[in-house]
Structures are given as structure tokens and as C-alpha cells.
């Protein structure tokens, strides 16, 4: 979720807590927020910290309605009580979080804070489309990710998923249906129960000798790790602050030995956990930028971690080293044949146009295209994996919408916009770690791209 894994899935990706929200006397759906000028009758200007004191207090009281919202808070304790004890109703929220887009669009940030006031402006627009849909009110697949992750994926022409399977067809080794001959690998490939959390705990700990190599985190930093069932997830990071983060693996499925350095460093180092800190230590503490106490699962933010905790993994580990990495130390943690190191990285990269069949199934579904059945047979087919799997996928795309988008299309924009600019693994290691201090949006990075 944080960051959510989705092969993972992660993510990623995504936050547990109780799924029902409690009723509100909301207006009818369909409405639109009030404009400046009928929030603001007398107008007054506000000072950006006013303005983001009070986003906070709106942020903690819509988590109450919508318990997958606030996937971290770090500030102080009072602030929360207070925003909590007022008693809130979701439509009043939602004429406040409009004021608060109002009185924000009147402000002209100090200098060196134009960037904090459009980043701010957009979390408010991503908060108020998130209560929209809250209050009942339906938006299009595209309409949702533009509003609350500043992104559009592009039409996916289904044929690219066929071109896949051919290509998998031919690298699969063995006998019988795409399908069988992957799972047959697969199996093969599967860590004993007994091993996983040592083997978890090497790739966190490789990962993270790489990310020191090349950044300096505070000396204190740590994360503790919790083996976990019954999720909708594959690894999640629930960021403490001070920087400190709980690291959840999920074991619903079998834990095959490439989960380990992905999720190590999708959820660990460079990825959330580095990430996590770099916010805090630089926006929040530095700064003193008070916002970025609360973290919104559906914001535009989302968008850039969990693509970079993706390409977290290119960074670490360039080349063939992931691979080599597993060949030399993983597999025989597993006692697994490290001959298959090879078979794997080939399927691996054969497999990679896959990695848009949710966010594919996930846009006709949502825009109602798709029965449940349908959407389920099309993950099927094209994820190779057995019903129950595709339901469990399911359920995340009802879950969490369109909140999939960050993990394919955040991969491939992060990845356009430090390989434009980086011809060494260095270089990559430079523009990443500025990338974390200074986050960009779905939309900039879109526009480096091109």
C-alpha cells in the first residue's frame, strides 16, 4: 500500500482497520463543492500554516468516516483528540475542506513555499473528491485517479497481454498450459514456512546496506517486522515517525523466494521506510512544514510512493545483481536449486506487460464494463493465478479503486524521469534520494517524460 506491494501486492499496498464508515447526513450526491467566493463572503487571508492546521483537523476527522484514509499520523496527540471530539458530520467536513481549497487559492505562500502551497492545494482537492465519493456520489475510473492522484493511465489495449502469454509460452520450461507450466515453476520456487522470516530479514538487511552506501539516515532509524494473515495486501509499512516503521508481511499465499528483495525494498530501504524518514526528517522537522504530520492513503503522494518504492528495486540492485543476489544467498537460505535462478529472471521479464492487467481490470470493472465473473476470468487468464487468487485481487481493486494505478504507472513514470536524467548507477542513487526529499507529482513527472 505504502504502501502497498500489488504483486505483491503490495504496493504497496494498503490499510486494514474497520471497512464500515459511520452515516452521515450528507447532501445529495452529485453536488459539487462551494465556490471561493461562497466560502469566503468576507474575505480574509491566511497564513499557509493556519491553513495547514486545519487540513490536519479535517484530514483525523474524515478518517473516522473513511477508515483507509489516514494511512499515518505522526503529530501531536492533543491535535488528533481535538479533531476527533468535535463531533464532526461528513458534510460538514466536506463545506470545510472547500473553505479550506478557497482560502488556499487566496494565499500567496512565503518564498521557497510555492511548491508546499500547490502540494497542499492538491492533498485538499484529493481529500474533497475522496469525500465525494464517500458521500455516495460515483466518478469514473479516470475521473477518480485524476482528482486524487493527479494521473490517467492510458487506454491498455488488451493484445499487449496476449503478446505476453506468447512470450511466456515459449520461455516456460515443461509441459501442459501456460498456466500449469508457471505454477509448476512457481512451487518450485516456494520458501519452507520455517525459513521465510530469515530470509525476509536477509533482504531487508541487503537492502539496506546497499541504501546506506549512498545516504546518510539518522542512526536511530529502525523498523520492526511482523509476519501476518488475513489481508488484502502482500507487505505494508506503518510509518511510526520518529523514524521508526512496523513492516507487515503478509503469508495469505505461498512466499516465493523473488517476493524477499522486492518487498525489502518496496516497503524497507530505499523504499517507504527511507521515504518516511526523508519527510520527516527534512519537510517536517527541517521545514517545518506541519502537514505532513498526516499521510492520506488517496492522495497525489500516493502516487510517487509507490512508484518509487517499486523502482526502489532498480536502484538496489541494477542489472542482473537482484538475480545474482537470490542465486548466491536466498536460494540456499530456501534450499532451493539456484539453477532456477535463471529460468526465473527470463519468465520475470517476460511477464513485465502484465503488470497493467489489474489496473486494466480494475478501470472496466469500476466503470461497470465488467461482472464480477468477467473481471475474475480476465485476471485469471492474464495473471495466471487460480480463482480464489483472483478473487483476493478482486476484493483489493473493490477496496482500494483506483488507488492501483501507483504501483504499474508510478513504476514506469519514475523510472522515464531518473533514466532520462542518469547514465550511472550513481546518478541513479543522486536523483532518487532528491526525488525523496523533494516528492513530485503524477503530473511533473508526466511532463519531464515528455
Known sequence: ???????CLALALAACGNDTAPEANAPATGTTPPSAAE???????????EIARDYIS????????????????????DWKEEALSAGRALDELYTEAAGLAADLALTTPPAGEERRAKILSGNIQAMIARMRMV?????????????IYDAVVPEIDPAIFDAALARLDDVLPGDGSIAERREALQRQLEVPEDKVEEMIRTAIAECRKRTLAYYDLPEDESFTLELVRDKPWSGYNWYQGDYESLIQINLDQPFRVDRAIDLGCHEGYPGHHVWNIYTERYLLKEKGWIEYYVFPLFSPGAFFAEGSANYGVDVAFPGDEKKNYE????????????????????????????????????????????TRDEA????????????????????????YRGYIINYSHGY????????????????????????????KTASELLVAEE
Open 1 to 7: 500500500m505504502k504502501r502497498i506491494v500489488v504483486s
Open 135 to 147: 458521500r455516495g456520489e460515483t466518478l469514473s475510473f479516470d475521473e477518480e485517479t485524476a482528482l
Open 58 to 77: 479535517v484530514a483525523l476527522a474524515f478518517g473516522e468516516f473513511d477508515p483507509d484514509y489516514v494511512d499515518a499520523y505522526t503529530g501531536p496527540e
Open 39 to 49: 466560502t469566503n463572503a468576507e474575505t480574509v487571508i491566511r497564513d499557509i500554516d
Open 412 to 439: 514506469n513514470l519514475v523510472k522515464a524521469y531518473i533514466e532520462a536524467k542518469a547514465e550511472t548507477d550513481e546518478e541513479r542513487w543522486d536523483i532518487f534520494e532528491d526525488m525523496l526529499r523533494n516528492p
Open 376 to 399: 475474475i476470468d480476465v485476471l485469471q487468464k492474464y495473471r495466471l493465478i487460480s480463482r480464489d487468487r483472483a478473487e483476493q485481487s478482486l476484493a483489493f481493486i473493490e477496496k
Open 327 to 370: 542465486r548466491d544467498v536466498l536460494y540456499l537460505i530456501a534450499g532451493i536449486d539456484p539453477a532456477l535462478a535463471d529460468i526465473d529472471s527470463i519468465v520475470a521479464e517476460a511477464s513485465r506487460q502484465l503488470q497493467f492487467v489489474s489496473v486494466y481490470v480494475a478501470r472496466e470493472y469500476l466503470n461497470g464494463n465488467f
